[in-house]
């Protein structure tokens, strides 16, 4: 049975229409918090952060409402990264996490994330199990008064969490006459970015950190490159980091100005990793991962695992198989060994890490030539159009032409309104010409 309202990454829309709003998002809370108090019969703890969306305030406070009319008591930490609040949820030994938040989505977009008390997202069960708590009576998951939940800001939210990511490496690490550009997308990083870096010694110049609640993702961070691309070079930085609006993802710019997404980052620590004999098992991307990175697995005995789209799928897969690497090609990186979600800055730090002894981020990053890769995203107002006559035989049209000489994999996006369409091939006439095959059969 599909979910209602979860999607691959939470749950994510429009603000004010549909499930994105002040009514729903007490539902959402109330629904969690009796999950979560129904395991033991008693009352539980919460935590809440945001990114930086101007709904982030209206929702925050509807979801609250909704915890603690649960019997939930709630901490809510403010703007933190949403490995920031994984982190704490497991820190803190609450009983749920939850990110306000819709990723790299523009500002007119919100949602959330939902995380459990080992800090890992919850699986697709648990969120059927409140899925149908959400779709109950409300009158029969509310609290009597006396066993309402007591609400909570903790204004110490970035410092633990820049604490915890120092933690993990030696305490002689130093980033002292390293010049670092970073773009924080205008979201939950703004603050704990810059302020690691500069904490550890490091030159940073930085953009993207005067959010005004409109400005998430606008033209820059992850999805616009270009941004750090530019700052890197202006300040003839040794690398460039750029985050999305929640920062789990991050793309690196050398300081040649070259743009490196996460399949290269992933080959990176790989290699790294298993020369250090720190990998374990393998390696997990997701049908999206470049075959050259496939390819380039095969060829060093690396073990490679392909998950669907979603960090959580990625997790769930590692997790099984007992990895402790994993990723996405957007730049979902997953560093099992200290972590279980996506975390852009702590994926900075440990190719910071790498880079100690003098080695340029240049050097780092050439383990293997993608396969030439083409993504188009349709947006569409109802992605059922895949499912259509006309659009399963183009997709059927299209892989026997490239058969033999790539792929192309359609799919629906769990996070936006979109038909995402991607081709892989050497032959590069032929990327553009499947796309358009499939793509005016949803047009």
């Not at 997202?121 to 009597?144: G, M, Q, Y």
């Not at 993207?208 to 700052?231: E, M, Q, W, Y």
């Not at 990895?323 to 852009?344: C, P, R, V, W, Y």
Request: charged residues 30%.
């Amino acid at each position: 049975m599909s979910k209602k309202y979860f999607g691959t990454d939470g749950i994510r829309g429009r603000v004010n229409q549909d499930k994105i709003n002040g009514e729903m998002f007490f539902k959402f809370g109330l629904a969690a918090g009796t999950y979560f108090k129904n395991i033991k019969k008693s009352k539980q703890t919460a935590i809440i952060a945001k990114d930086t969306r101007l709904s982030g305030y209206i929702l925050e406070s509807a979801l609250v409402s909704g915890l603690a009319s649960a019997g939930m008591h709630v901490y809510t930490l403010g703007p933190l990264s949403t490995n920031g609040l994984a982190m704490l949820t497991k820190k803190m030994r609450a009983n749920m996490g939850i990110m306000i938040t819709a990723s790299h989505n523009p500002y007119f977009d919100n949602g959330l994330k939902l995380f459990g008390p080992d800090g890992l997202k919850l699986s697709d069960n648990i969120e059927k199990k409140i899925e149908k708590l959400i779709d109950s009576k409300i009158i029969n998951n509310l609290s009597k008064p006396k066993n309402l939940g007591r609400v909570k800001r903790l204004e110490n939210g970035t410092d633990n969490y820049i604490k915890i990511l120092k933690k993990n490496f030696p305490s002689s690490f130093s980033l002292k006459r390293v010049k670092i550009a970073i773009d924080c997308a205008n979201g939950a990083a703004y603050k704990s970015g810059p302020k690691l870096l500069r904490s550890l010694g490091a030159k940073v110049f930085e953009t993207g950190v005067s959010p005004n609640g409109l400005n998430i993702n606008d033209k820059c961070g992850s999805t616009f490159p270009n941004k750090i691309k530019a700052l890197t070079k202006k300040h003839k930085a040794d690398i460039g980091i750029s985050l999305d609006g929640d920062a789990d993802r991050i793309i690196i710019c050398d300081e040649k100005g070259n743009i490196i997404d996460g399949d290269k980052i992933i080959a990176m620590l790989a290699e790294r990793w298993k020369r250090k004999k720190i990998l374990k098992g393998g390696v997990v991307g997701t049908l999206m991962s470049n075959y050259g990175l496939e390819n380039y697995f095969k060829n060093e005995k690396i073990n490679f695992l392909r998950s669907d789209v979603g960090d959580r799928y990625v997790k769930e897969m590692m997790k099984k198989n007992k990895f402790n690497l994993g990723g996405e090609q957007s730049g979902h990186i997953i560093l099992g060994k200290f972590a279980t979600t996506g975390d852009g800055l702590l994926v900075a730090l440990e190719i910071l890490f790498s880079m100690r002894k003098g080695k340029r981020a240049s050097e780092l990053f050439t383990k293997f030539e993608p396969t030439p890769q083409l993504l188009e995203n349709v947006a569409v107002k109802d992605k059922s159009k895949m499912d259509t006559y006309k659009c399963k035989n183009a997709i059927k049209f299209a892989n026997k032409i490239i058969n033999g000489h790539g792929r192309i994999l359609v799919r629906k996006s769990g996070t936006e309104s979109k038909i995402r369409i991607m081709c892989e091939s050497e032959k590069k006439n032929l990327l553009l010409k499947c796309i358009n095959i499939v793509k005016r059969s949803i047009n």
